[in-house]
C-alpha cells in the first residue's frame, strides 16, 4: 500500500518499577480510608472493615458468591451498580461498547483461587484481579 497511515501517538507511558510499586501501594492504602472510598460514590456504611478481607473465598457458584458478598454488607454497593446501567452516549453504541455503568468491590484473588474468577464474572459491576497483577488501574 502506498503512504500507509501511520499512528504517532503514544499508547503506552513508561514509568520506573519503584514508581509503579509505590502507586500500587499507596492505590492500597488509599483503599483503607473511608472517606475516601466514599467520595468515589461507593456504599461503605455496612461494611465491617476497609479493605474487606475474606481469606479462603471457596465458592461453588454465583448464586453462593453473591450471599457471601451480600452477608458482609456489600448488597448497597451491588444494587447501586445494578441501577447505574445506562446507554453510552455518542458514536460508541455502535461499537460494542453499548452501556456503561459504575464501578463495584473488586475481588484480588491468588492464582490457586481460580474458581473465582470464573464465578464473579456474570454479577455486574464486580471485578476480579489476581495479586500478582495489580496495577494502578
Known sequence: MYAPLRIWRKWHGKANI??????????????ACAP??????????NLPELPLVIDNLDVGNTKTLLSTLNSF???DDLAKVRRSKKIR?????YRNSRYVMRKGPLI????DESGVKR???????????????????
Open 18 to 31: 519503584t514508581q509503579r510499586r509505590h502507586a500500587v501501594a499507596s492505590a492500597l492504602a488509599a483503599s
Open 36 to 45: 475516601l472510598v466514599m467520595a468515589r460514590g461507593h456504599r461503605v456504611d
Open 73 to 75: 454488607g456489600v448488597s
Open 89 to 93: 452516549s455518542g458514536q460508541g453504541k
Open 108 to 111: 484480588v484473588h491468588d492464582d
Open 119 to 137: 464465578v464473579a464474572r456474570n454479577l455486574p459491576g464486580v471485578d476480579t484481579c489476581s495479586v500478582h497483577r495489580l496495577n494502578v488501574l
